[in-house]
């Protein structure tokens, strides 16, 4: 049992360069979201899935798009890298929508725009 | 707006000293709370968590209090060891949305234990 899986570890784009950031669960659960850490910060909501075909906004939307075509992916793609989005970014998990049961997190990916 | 924060932005304590970690939450239909570990380079790792209808919850070396009338929560960490060394997080779910709940973080408490 994986759980929660990002990839890549680690990326390094160039300003306007595009790249999607890959996230899979195997733990059949519903509720699907991505965070953005920044230092000193804690994590804030960039964009959340209720479900496979269902996806909105959080905190921080702006510059990232997503999509849930399966249960299991959960990819975040930017579209236009700028060095703002320079940051640690975790795919969580959890079984209900409603965030009463614990997340799970990935390791993470830490991207650098330059 | 609603917010999770903490008092203190670093904790450092004595190996085998109990460990006290504060988080404060303005969001009064939050119902779940969660405190996250989170070691340098990994993910959030879960600790422990606590509902709204309880003010107590004990794990293994571990309490959560939760005080809804001052809408505070604490971590409480017995003889705290060199492996506890990480930030920690509280979260809350902010269930004012309509499209279910959504984990609202607090800004982290990085606790040292010096041997």
């Known amino acids: 049992n994986a759980g929660v899986t990002q990839t890549p570890k680690f990326q390094v784009l160039k300003t306007g360069q595009s790249m999607t950031l890959q996230c899979a669960q195997d733990m059949n659960h519903e509720y699907m979201s991505w965070y953005r850490q920044d230092p000193g910060m804690g994590l804030r909501l960039i964009h959340y899935?209720?479900?496979?075909?269902?996806?909105d906004q959080g905190e921080v939307p702006n510059g990232y798009n997503v999509s849930r075509s399966t249960t299991e992916d959960f990819p975040l793609r930017l579209l236009s890298a700028a060095p703002s989005q320079t940051s640690v970014y975790f795919c969580?998990?959890?079984?209900?929508?409603?965030?009463?049961?614990?997340?799970?997190f990935g390791q993470g990916t830490r991207l650098t725009v330059v | 707006g609603e917010s999770v924060g903490l008092h203190l932005p670093t904790l450092s304590v004595q190996e085998g000293d109990n460990s006290i970690i504060n988080c404060a939450y303005s969001n009064s239909a939050s119902d779940y709370f969660i405190w996250y570990k989170q070691e340098s380079g990994k993910g959030p790792q879960f600790i422990i968590d606590i509902r709204s209808n309880m003010d107590k919850r004990q794990g293994q070396r571990v309490t959560v209090l939760l005080n809804k009338t001052v809408k505070h929560l604490s971590l409480q960490i017995a003889a705290t060891q060199p492996g506890d060394s990480a930030v920690y997080f509280c979260a809350e779910n902010g269930l004012i949305y309509n499209q279910g709940g959504k984990l609202i973080f607090g800004q982290g408490t990085e606790l040292s234990v010096k041997p």
């Open positions: 899935s209720v479900g496979a075909g269902i996806t």
């Open positions: 969580a998990s959890s079984y209900s929508g409603a965030m009463n049961t614990e997340a799970f």
